[in-house]
């Protein structure tokens, strides 16, 4: 029996994992030995506060195994049954997408006509011809990750970039900035240090669209939730702000506010009513750094052009929170020292990704300025950054370019595309079905405010459409807006060839002509540190949400599972295909360019690769005395910043905004986009375009909120985890299916005759889903809430824009954009409507019997891949399969 202990990371924190004989028994969390240096302290209010000396992990972290192991991997190279690869690339049944079965592919078979179609495309049509995408995460590790291993492929190859929108930060990307810069943090503040003002300082946190126990700092697993429970009982008080009342609301709330979802920036205008009637924010703050206060001001108190004061009574109307409470949150938030923000690390939240969501942003950072911002114990943190951290020791997060393989110095040669044509993900389905796409921005903007306005057009002029789509990954059908919208795209033929190259069979991988199983990063070496998603552009210092920061070597714990490969090795093959292997790989195998990672970083001071390698994971300390650079401080009390990330304009004391003030009227604004409809000078409360105003609400009265699940990374947990569907609050089975919740407030189910368990369907003009009802007080009265990003895509008519019973909240939520120069995305602003569900129950279409049919798909030793390889698509083998589930269920009964 060989027993092995190794490392690894995954999205939900690190972990160890003990193999026994090849196989994973046991996942569990990293507890330190004693060479692990001592935890910061840090002393407050009489106490001295230090961390527990291990790694925390999420519940997902410890469903690794399952990931590894899940039915529905991807196990061998497949090829769509009835593709056709004719020679023009046309009358390839496309139409067949998403409802075809697969035959097994060798890797040579597979490899080689991906490579054909590569080079047919690109010489038929140009480089450009050819377009590839990620998802927005990913298994951790740097030499595996996308920026890595798949943009050093799409790179050296030439290829139309699809670029990404900052789906996490929408509202404040596009709006903050304009009122105090930081287009550099994607518009979040800076929150260094804050952990330790809160611990000394706070009174009061305000937890605004907010549910750090489920969202946890990003990846930062469960290490904040202490810092927490330190607040709640120093006896700082907790107000949440949400339609939900959340988990961490449920554990910690002292006060619950429920505004009707999209209705934020009405409730900040009230707020500031209450301040400005009251003179209760700080004068002399406001005079010193705000630029056109007292015309912001006038619009608030009614001498606007909409003559309408914002009073609580006003402010109640629009939000449903009652104006005794908006007065209440005002004065306790002026008269005691208050941090908090919105979302995952003060600059997120869903309340960001609305119609309105740039105004709220906007106002949301206008109020913590009106309260002397940075200020001790005055500020925009939410309680999940901002632990004291050694900034000296530098390995590198995945969006760091000195930290891909894509980029010297970790490989010899940058990789660089020679194609300029660009698409925008929100949009790659209308402009593969139009044709034609005209969008602004330069999606993650970090580079300068100015970039949020150049103009992209598709195709670019002289340039050929895209024909090729190489989609790593498979969850856009339960990601992006408006699934039926991609639906469609995959049907057309203008995409000649789609491959899908992914660990899982998600819903999309089944829209594919070739489908590559790429293995987890527990079956390959790769290198990396927990939490730290780099400086390039996703705010910087994430792992300041850690109490330790951790490098690991990502160990390979087992050989690759079936037939499956690493990203890594998929792309080298293919491009050795391609006749440039040599200078992809530049030699190096996979645990040469891990070790290329330790050498360019502070690592390879700290600690020999020989011993890294054997103990399997690094931890670096912080000095006792170390330097204190708290957030925002610099600019209350007027010195040259000192964080660890800021730009030149704030070594001379100012904001990155035009006049380096916080502009209460947008001088950026006015400058570049003054007929803006969504983002006016001044940040205003506006109607959504998709709102309880408009007329669509007539007919679809409830709103939908799809926030970040509470069980699952996205995607990736949830599909391959059937344990996790046994969680009451995440999933229920019916008939054999684990239907998703959909939460409704006990008044409006009493309204529509729904009880707690019944299957409901959620419903509007853009799409259909049959979820299970947990009717509850927790949600507010208009409000629907269900877990968005499903992992289950499951229409009951594979291929075609039918109702789902995965819970694929994503088909009702709008494909449009936030506005016509504001091109984020919206999912919670979406009216729907909800019935009780009493439709059949889809027979065979259970989402297991699916599962075994993928399996049965791959699996050359069973009868019923015969059939598939015909072409017999899926549905008959459902049946077959469904029957031998009865049978099985009869004989144990
Ligand atoms: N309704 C609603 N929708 C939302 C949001 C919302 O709030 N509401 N939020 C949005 C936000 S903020 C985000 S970030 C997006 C996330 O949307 P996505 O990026 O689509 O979601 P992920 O689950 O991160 O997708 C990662 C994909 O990469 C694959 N993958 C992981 N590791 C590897 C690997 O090593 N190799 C290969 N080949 N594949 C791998 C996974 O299997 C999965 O298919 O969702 C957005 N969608
Ligand atoms: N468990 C888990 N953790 C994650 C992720 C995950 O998928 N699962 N995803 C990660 C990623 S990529 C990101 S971007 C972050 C996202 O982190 P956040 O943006 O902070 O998370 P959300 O869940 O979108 O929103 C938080 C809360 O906003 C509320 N909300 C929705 N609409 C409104 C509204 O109109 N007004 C108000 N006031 N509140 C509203 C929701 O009910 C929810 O409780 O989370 C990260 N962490
Ligand atoms: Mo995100």
């Not at 108190?301 to 949150?329: F, H, N, Q």
């Not at 740039?358 to 500020?379: C, D, H, I, S, Y």
């Not at 993650?444 to 789509?469: N, R």
Request: hydrophobic share 35%; glycine share 10%.
């Amino acid at each position: 029996m060989v027993e092995k202990v190794t490392h690894s990371i995954c999205v939900g924190g690190p972990i160890a994992i003990h193999t026994v004989d090849g196989v994973i028994r046991r996942i569990r969390p990293i507890i330190f030995d004693e060479t692990a240096p001592p935890g910061w302290v840090i002393k407050a209010r009489g106490r001295e506060y230090t961390p527990y000396r291990k790694a925390t992990t999420t519940l997902i972290a410890l469903t690794e195994k399952n990931r590894a192991y899940a039915y529905d991997r991807i196990r061998y190279p497949m090829i769509r049954a009835d593709f056709v690869e004719t020679p023009d690339g046309q009358n390839r049944n496309t139409e067949n997408r998403g409802k075809s079965g697969y035959r097994r592919a060798t890797w040579d078979e597979a490899l080689e006509l991906v490579a054909r179609e590569i080079e047919r495309v690109q010489t038929t049509y140009g480089k450009e011809s050819v377009t590839a995408i990620t998802g927005s995460h990913h298994s951790w590790g740097l030499l595996g990750y996308k920026l890595s291993a798949f943009a050093r492929f799409f790179r050296m190859l030439g290829y139309t970039q699809i670029m990404d929108n900052p789906d996490s930060w929408e509202g404040f990307t596009w709006g903050a900035p304009h009122t105090y810069g930081y287009y550099w943090r994607l518009g979040g503040s800076e929150t260094f240090d804050l952990l330790e003002d809160a611990l000394q300082n706070v009174e009061t946190m305000i937890m605004w669209s907010h549910d750090p126990d489920t969202t946890r700092g990003g990846y930062a697993a469960n290490e904040s939730t202490m810092w927490r429970r330190w607040l709640d009982d120093m006896g700082v008080q907790f107000i949440y702000i949400d339609p939900f009342n959340n988990f961490s609301a449920v554990k910690q709330a002292d006060k619950w506010l429920a505004p009707r979802p999209g209705t934020d920036a009405a409730l900040c205008e009230g707020i500031a009513y209450v301040w400005l009637t009251e003179g209760t924010y700080d004068k002399e703050y406001i005079a010193r750094h705000a630029h056109r206060f007292d015309e912001w001001a006038d619009y608030i108190l009614g001498k606007g052009v909409d003559r309408t004061p914002k009073t609580p009574k006003w402010c109640e109307a629009e939000t449903g929170i009652p104006a005794a409470d908006i007065k209440a949150l005002a004065r306790r938030w002026a008269s005691t020292r208050t941090m908090g923000g919105s979302g995952l690390r003060g600059g997120f939240g869903g309340v960001c990704r609305t119609a309105n969501g740039t105004e709220f942003a906007r106002l949301m950072v206008q109020l913590f300025a009106m309260q002397g911002m940075g200020k001790p114990g005055q500020n925009i943190w939410t309680g999940t950054t901002g632990a004291p951290m050694d900034y000296n020791f530098w390995f590198g997060g995945y969006s760091d370019p000195l930290a891909q393989i894509a980029n010297q110095p970790i490989a010899d040669r940058t990789a660089v595309n020679c194609v300029t044509q660009k698409l925008y993900r929100p949009n790659l389905p209308d402009a593969i079905l139009d044709g034609h796409y005209e969008w602004h921005g330069e999606g993650f903007c970090g580079g300068g405010i100015d970039l949020e306005f150049t103009e992209h057009v598709y195709p670019e002029p002289g340039c050929s459409k895209v024909h090729l789509f190489y989609r790593y990954g498979g969850t856009f059908m339960g990601t992006m807006l408006d699934t039926n919208k991609w639906v469609r795209m995959y049907k057309s033929p203008e995409l000649e060839f789609v491959v899908n190259q992914d660990i899982h069979f998600h819903g999309e991988a089944r829209f594919a002509d070739v489908i590559l199983p790429a293995c987890t990063n527990l079956e390959r070496y790769d290198i990396g540190e927990f939490c730290n998603s780099g400086n390039g552009g996703y705010q910087s210092h994430s792992q300041t949400g850690c109490n330790w920061q951790i490098v690991v070597f990502q160990d390979k714990a087992i050989e690759p599972l079936w037939e499956s490969r690493s990203d890594y090795w998929i792309f080298s093959q293919l491009a050795a295909k391609l006749g440039w292997g040599e200078e992809y790989t530049e030699g190096r195998s996979e645990l040469d360019w891990c070790k290329r990672f330790w050498e360019k970083s502070d690592l390879c001071d700290r600690i020999s690769w020989e011993d890294f390698i054997k103990k399997g994971y690094y931890v670096a300390g912080v000095p006792a005395d170390w330097e204190r650079h708290y957030g925002f401080r610099w600019f209350a009390e007027g010195y040259p910043c000192d964080t660890p990330n800021h730009k030149p304009c704030q070594e001379e004391g100012k904001l990155g905004t035009f006049t380096g003030k916080f502009e209460f009227v947008s001088e950026s604004l006015l400058h570049w986009a003054p007929h803006d409809e969504t983002r006016t000078p001044i940040a205003t409360y506006k109607y959504s375009w998709e709102g309880h105003h408009s007329l669509k609400a007539r007919k679809y009265p409830f709103h939908l909120i799809s926030p970040h699940p509470r069980f699952d990374y996205h995607t990736q947990h949830n599909s391959s985890t059937p344990w996790l569907w046994e969680i009451p609050e995440n999933r229920r089975y019916i008939n054999g299916n684990p239907y998703l919740i959909a939460r409704i407030h006990p008044q409006k189910a009493a309204e529509k005759g729904i009880k707690d368990g019944d299957l409901v369907l959620l419903f509007n003009e853009r799409g259909s889903v049959v979820c299970v009802a947990r009717v509850t007080y927790r949600v507010e009265e208009n409000t629907i809430h269900a877990y968005g990003s499903s992992g289950i895509y499951n229409p009951v008519a594979p291929g075609e824009t039918a109702m789902d019973i995965g819970g694929c909240v994503n088909l009702l939520t709008p494909g449009k954009l936030i506005g016509s120069m504001v091109p984020g995305m919206a999912p919670n602003s979406t009216l729907m409507d909800i019935c009780k569900y009493e439709g059949p129950l889809p027979a065979g279409q259970c989402f297991e019997y699916k599962l075994d049919a993928v399996a049965l798909a791959a699996d050359p030793e069973s009868a019923t891949c015969k059939e598939i390889i015909e072409g017999h698509g899926f549905e008959s083998i459902q049946a077959k399969v469904r029957e031998e589930y009865l049978k099985k269920g009869a004989a144990a009964r």
